[in-house]
């Protein structure tokens, strides 16, 4: 097992490892949880974990209930948010209690906005099935809903006591959501660590590949915890993935989505002499060998009026991530004719 800590304003431990999950209970109770404990999570993973997380859990001595999502990003909205909100009201959790997310990036991303509001915030555990969730988003502390306007443009900074990665969760993951992962490790690659991209040209060793990616993150994390500068590092691709997923009605999962985007704005630096030419051949190739797609099949200025609405947007400008060279992107604030300019 490896134990990677993130140094946020609330400091807390990342365990990746191998049987973590029949352990949550102790795991828990280890860092000084009691008490009653909401399980958040959804129709897919439900019954492939939940017996296991809430017998270990009941064991070590917690009061347990669950509530369970639809799968999908369009789970991923307020009216969900609030029928968890009552449940756990209606369950009696206090602000002494804990939620814990148990699935991939949609569970994580509605149970830690609803821990970061129900009673102004509770103790808050990760526990990711997705290799996404993994090395993206269960660390760090961002948590969200969607609204009609765009994705996560609701929702609220807040940092659990504890994410624990059980890796076996993986062996359970359809070949398309293995392959969305995958399109975030290439993303740490290409922002922060050239070497790990030559690690992805072959079979790697998966808890030393995960734990690199969540040292990534906990470094810039621990840098700009609330998304003020190097911290924008990390949506490579994003702006123009999350685009992608808004105008497919979330019918693109996100990992597809953010390979379209790094490959979109890899291809307008390469067009514009901002990155040499061999950056996007070794992201082609990577891409093709996860099997992520390249070419989102629509115009991109079909993409630009969503563009505009990305939560990074401040003003009539909105802040790029470009790539300069593998391992190394620059952040430059665009005005609109910019970004369109560029990207056209």
């Known amino acids: 097992?490896?134990?990677?800590?993130v140094?946020?304003?609330?400091?807390?431990?990342?365990?990746?490892?191998?049987?973590?999950?029949?352990?949550?209970?102790?795991?828990?109770?280890?860092?000084?949880?009691?008490?009653?404990?909401?399980?958040?999570?959804?129709?897919?993973?439900?019954?492939?974990?939940?017996?296991?997380?809430?017998?270990?859990?009941?064991?070590?001595?917690?009061?347990?209930?669950?509530?369970?999502?639809?799968?999908?990003?369009?789970?991923?909205?307020?009216?969900n948010l609030v029928k968890l909100l009552n449940f756990t009201a209606e369950s009696g959790l206090t602000r002494s209690d804990t939620f814990v997310a148990l699935g991939g990036g949609v569970v994580g991303d509605l149970c830690g906005f609803a821990a970061a509001v129900y009673m102004r915030g509770v103790h808050f555990v990760q526990c990711p099935t997705t290799l996404l969730a993994a090395v993206d988003s269960s660390v760090g502390g961002k948590t969200a809903v969607d609204l009609a306007a765009g994705k996560n443009l609701a929702g609220a900074f807040y940092q659990p006591d504890l994410v624990l990665c059980d890796l076996d969760t993986f062996a359970t993951l359809p070949r398309e959501e293995y392959a969305n992962g995958m399109a975030e490790v290439i993303k740490y690659g290409f922002i922060r660590d050239a070497q790990l991209l030559a690690v992805l040209e072959q079979a790697f060793d998966e808890e030393a590949v995960v734990a690199c990616c969540v040292q990534i993150k906990a470094d810039v994390v621990a840098n700009d915890e609330f998304d003020r500068g190097e911290r924008m590092l990390l949506n490579f691709g994003h702006t123009v993935g999350h685009a992608i997923e808004a105008v497919s009605g979330y019918t693109i999962p996100?990992?597809?989505?953010?390979?379209?985007?790094?490959?979109?704005?890899?291809?307008?630096?390469?067009?514009?002499?901002?990155?040499?030419?061999?950056?996007?051949?070794?992201?082609?190739?990577?891409?093709?060998r996860y099997d992520l797609p390249n070419e989102t099949g629509r115009a991109v200025n079909e993409l630009f009026g969503w563009m505009g609405k990305d939560k990074k947007a401040s003003g009539d400008s909105i802040t790029f991530v470009l790539p300069r060279e593998t391992g190394r992107c620059e952040l430059r604030k665009m005005t609109r004719a910019e970004w369109t300019a560029l990207l056209s």
């Open 254 to 288: 996100h990992g597809q989505a953010v390979a379209l985007g790094m490959a979109a704005v890899t291809r307008a630096c390469v067009k514009n002499g901002l990155c040499p030419p061999e950056t996007l051949s070794i992201l082609l190739r990577l891409l093709a």
């Open 1 to 5: 097992m490896k134990q990677i800590d």
């Open 7 to 79: 140094n946020a304003g609330k400091p807390y431990p990342v365990k990746i490892g191998r049987g973590l999950l029949p352990c949550c209970g102790a795991e828990l109770k280890g860092i000084g949880l009691s008490g009653k404990v909401m399980i958040v999570t959804d129709d897919n993973v439900a019954p492939l974990y939940l017996a296991t997380a809430e017998a270990s859990l009941k064991n070590s001595g917690f009061t347990v209930f669950s509530f369970t999502l639809p799968h999908g990003e369009n789970a991923k909205n307020f009216d």
